[in-house]
């Protein structure tokens, strides 16, 4: 792989290197789309109620002598991505960069875990990250694989973002006010289904295996299906076709963990989604119709997915609307597969960032 850019960008940036440090100064690492923002807020939330601190963005997309020099002269710099300019970029000593990571606990293999050839530039990256949060002592060995990063800068104190959780949110208001905006009878259950990405094209045109048509004759009258597509399913999609009422199209909609929230059943397939939804205490189903395929020929998992995921897996549309229709909804191995995924639960993770980079 040709990184030329990045080490561009990596002797552009050491022009700072000299800039004295703002012990008050706090960066993030973020694209212009701002995705993956929410752990990022909820850091920057809890710095604010400890004094007065200095906060800078610094979009990684784009270029601008300012922001270098901010971001030079940061004391802490957060990523919730990955940056691959960083293998080259030459920080102050007195800088702490830390990497949060978007999602929680360990389902699909990733980076290294995966692709032997990033190895390298991700052990190189590593070397330039003081820490990376994870959320559970169990999970460390898989991330310190995928990150190549040595295992005692590893530090299981919680996903800031799963915070969102503790607030206080008036789940009603917020789904009937959603059901309003979208003209569905205010009775009805949302189903959230949030389908993953295939490599292999044909599998991610989604309506090929989700019979629409049984779906809603079977289940519509109690429940309204809300469709959160992976930005790259896009390429595949055939229109929206939510106008008559068949699904709703949450593919743009901002908040994911207010969907989340709102819904009262989660159907996923290998999406990490699902480790968020079932620390809610949900049920979850897992409609797999290309699961042979997935597990020969995509990424892999870090545990068993057939004896480990906390739902009821099926195989085609009409085994999907069975289990809905008759509430055959397998709970038993939420409890122990988020032993493995989180230390603790309990609001207080981005407090727990926050402190231990200040001690």
Do not use: C
């Not at 006010?177 to 949030?194: P, V």
Request: net charge neutral; proline share 2%.
């Amino acid at each position: 792989m040709n990184y030329l850019k990045h080490k561009i960008y990596g002797v552009l940036f050491k022009l700072f290197k000299n800039t004295n440090i703002k012990k008050n100064r706090v960066s993030f690492i973020i694209d212009s789309k701002e995705s993956f923002k929410g752990n990022l807020s909820y850091i920057q939330k809890e710095f604010e109620n400890r004094g007065n601190f200095e906060f800078h963005y610094f979009y990684k997309d784009k270029f601008s002598i300012d922001s270098f020099r901010k971001l030079s002269s940061s004391k802490f710099i957060f990523l919730n991505d990955n940056f691959f300019p960083l293998a080259f970029m030459e920080f102050n000593p007195e800088s702490m960069v830390v990497q949060l990571w978007h999602a929680p606990g360990a389902s699909k293999k990733f980076g290294g875990s995966v692709d032997i050839k990033s190895r390298a530039i991700l052990e190189k990256i590593s070397k330039n990250t003081d820490y990376l949060i994870v959320t559970s002592e169990n999970i460390k060995d898989y991330y310190s694989e995928a990150f190549q990063i040595a295992f005692n800068k590893i530090k299981s104190l919680g996903l800031p973002r799963m915070d969102y959780y503790f607030e206080n949110h008036d789940v009603d208001a917020l789904k009937s006010e959603f059901l309003k905006r979208n003209g569905i009878s205010s009775n009805k259950k949302i189903i959230l289904y949030a389908p993953t990405f295939r490599n292999e094209e044909k599998y991610n045109n989604i309506f090929d295996y989700l019979d629409l048509e049984e779906f809603n004759e079977n289940l519509g009258n109690d429940y309204i299906l809300a469709l959160r597509l992976h930005p790259k399913i896009k390429d595949f999609y055939k229109g929206n076709i939510s106008a008559n009422g068949q699904y709703i199209d949450v593919s743009d909609y901002e908040n994911e963990q207010e969907l989340m929230l709102m819904s009262d059943l989660l159907i996923t397939d290998y999406s990490s989604i699902m480790i968020e939804y079932v620390a809610l205490n949900k049920p979850v189903v897992f409609f797999t119709y290309d699961l042979d395929n997935y597990l020969s020929n995509e990424r892999g998992f870090y545990y068993d997915f057939k004896k480990t995921v906390p739902g009821t897996i099926v195989y085609n549309s009409q085994e999907l609307v069975e289990v809905i229709k008759n509430n055959k909804f397998d709970k038993s191995k939420i409890s122990e597969f988020l032993k493995i995924q989180f230390d603790v639960i309990d609001g207080n993770s981005s407090k727990r960032v926050v402190d231990f980079l200040l001690k």
